[in-house]
């Protein structure tokens, strides 16, 4: 079955490290792969998108993500986090086959960022 | 959340009654989705639609039912039959029906409870 998988319910981190969020799926073929943020009680913000090309994906708000093929993972990444980064952080997977616009989602991580 | 808005943002449901929520879009974007969101579940597919006219359901359809008659908006209706319907349900779009690499982009949402 196809699936995308955030092993982490929870990230902590203090306001100036770097953070990881980090994504498996399990989705045959090249899927195209995207994350998403969401701030309580709102819609889903895009972030950025893997379709191909370079393996380091630059997005919004300084975010960027890592496209592992052989470890079947997406992670994202920032450098600096700041408080305001804390949110709820969804992975996404487009698989190639389907006939339309389908996205599975992980379960989210929800991002703590600590001054 | 760009140009989708959803209303209300609150609803409140007593059990045995339908209730209509509202998804409307000005991105002249063709396709249009409903997921619902449950904690810790992540984002799942109710009801797709590729083209005014047309709809086809998604992963949990059961209990919903939608309409396609304009372009610009998808309204989902939750029945009676919809046995756990509290949730927080999520309108997305995207630009063109089958694109592979199209976005979706969300609205705000709608949170139902069931009384």
């Known amino acids: 079955a196809q699936s995308v998988a955030q092993p982490e319910d929870q990230v902590n981190v203090a306001e100036g490290n770097p953070l990881t969020v980090k994504c498996t799926y399990s989705?045959?073929?090249?899927?195209?792969l995207f994350w998403y943020v969401q701030y309580p009680n709102r819609g889903l913000q895009f972030l950025l998108k893997?379709?191909?090309?370079?393996?380091l994906v630059k997005g919004s708000y300084g975010f960027e993500a890592e496209f592992n093929k052989s470890q079947t993972s997406f992670h994202l990444k920032k450098p600096s986090a700041l408080v305001s980064d804390s949110a709820l952080y969804f992975c996404?997977?487009?698989?190639?086959?389907?006939?339309?616009?389908?996205?599975?989602f992980g379960a989210g991580t929800r991002l703590a960022v600590h001054p | 959340d760009g140009g989708i808005t959803q209303s209300p943002k609150y609803l409140f449901r007593k059990e045995g009654q339908n209730v209509t929520l509202s998804c409307e879009q000005n991105?002249?974007?063709?396709?249009m989705y409903w997921y619902r969101q449950d904690p810790g579940q992540g984002l799942r597919l109710i009801y797709y639609?590729?083209?005014?006219?047309?709809?086809q359901k998604g992963d949990i359809a059961e209990g919903y039912s939608v309409s396609r008659e304009k372009k610009e908006s998808f309204p989902l209706t939750v029945t009676s039959a919809q046995k756990n319907p509290t949730a927080f349900y999520l309108c997305?779009?995207?630009?063109?029906?089958?694109?592979?690499?199209?976005?979706?982009?969300f609205g705000p949402g709608t949170r139902l409870t069931v009384l």
């Open positions: 991105l002249n974007h063709d396709a």
């Open positions: 996404a997977v487009r698989p190639l086959s389907g006939g339309y616009n389908k996205l599975i």
């Open positions: 639609s590729q083209i005014v006219n047309d709809f």
């Open positions: 893997y379709i191909t090309g370079d393996n």
């Open positions: 997305a779009s995207s630009p063109l029906a089958g694109g592979t690499t199209d976005t979706q982009y």
């Open positions: 989705v045959s073929g090249n899927p195209y």
